[in-house]
């Protein structure tokens, strides 16, 4: 089974804290996702990597970043937090882009920001 | 698909009757579409999906149906049960920004009573 973990379930930060957000997958998928989820807006995409030191905006890219240093692991990163950051984040990934590309979830991070 | 509130629609079933959840995409380029479930406090989890030269597809318990005149996507649970409460969300594969993405809706929560 693929396994997408994430570094933490929870997670506090103040204001102006410098953020990273951990994910890693062991079935050697090209693409990793980053979305963050609030109630009753559905999955949101913040940005995607369909390659190793690769990386593409997503619907809301702003006030983040990302890493893809290896093909495992693809880390988020709030360069200065706040409070409208506070949110459910979810890690995917998928073997290949387009008709079939089936996302796998990670158990997602619930990140509080005060 | 891209129905996006601030309340989530919630079904509500008795333990051993039929579900049908509901979801208007899009896109009318779209040419994959998934079920996923969300159990509380875990990640989404691939349930079912179709591809678009398809109008019906059959799993175990589940059923999922795909209307392209009218951008309608359906997901039929037989005999439902209460471990099947969980917040589903429907996704569409569209081509966006010259990447393959998918969308996700807002979700319904499937609410099973004994």
């Known amino acids: 089974d693929v396994k997408v973990t994430q570094s933490s379930r929870y997670l506090v930060k103040r204001t102006g804290e410098k953020v990273f957000l951990e994910c890693v997958q062991d079935?050697?998928?090209?693409?990793m996702f980053w979305y963050r989820q609030d109630p009753g807006l559905g999955l949101r995409l913040i940005y995607f990597?369909?390659?190793?030191?690769?990386?593409e905006k997503g619907d809301i890219p702003e006030g983040y970043s990302v890493s893809r240093e290896k093909k495992e692991r693809f880390s988020l990163i709030l360069e200065s937090a706040s409070t409208n950051q506070t949110s459910m984040y979810l890690c995917?990934?998928?073997?290949?882009?387009?008709?079939?590309?089936?996302?796998?979830f990670g158990p997602g991070t619930r990140l509080t920001v005060l | 698909g891209e129905s996006v509130g601030l309340h989530l629609p919630t079904l509500s079933v008795q333990e051993g009757d039929n579900s049908i959840i509901n979801c208007a995409y899009s896109?009318?380029?779209?040419?994959?579409f998934i079920w996923y479930k969300q159990e509380s406090g875990k990640g989404p989890q691939f349930i079912i999906d179709?591809?678009?030269?398809?109008d019906k597809r059959q799993g175990q318990r589940v059923t999922v149906l795909l209307n392209k005149t009218v951008k309608h996507l359906s997901l039929q649970i037989a005999a439902t049960q209460p471990g099947d409460s969980a917040v589903y969300f429907c996704?569409?594969?569209?081509?966006?920004?010259?990447?393959?993405?998918?969308?996700f809706g807002a979700g319904t929560r499937l609410a099973v009573h004994p």
């Open positions: 995917a990934s998928s073997l290949w882009s387009g008709e079939g590309n089936e996302q796998f």
């Open positions: 079935m050697d998928h090209e693409n």
């Open positions: 990597s369909y390659d190793v030191k690769m990386k």
């Open positions: 896109n009318s380029a779209s040419d994959y």
């Open positions: 179709i591809r678009s030269n398809m």
């Open positions: 996704a569409e594969n569209a081509l966006s920004g010259g990447y393959n993405k998918l969308i």
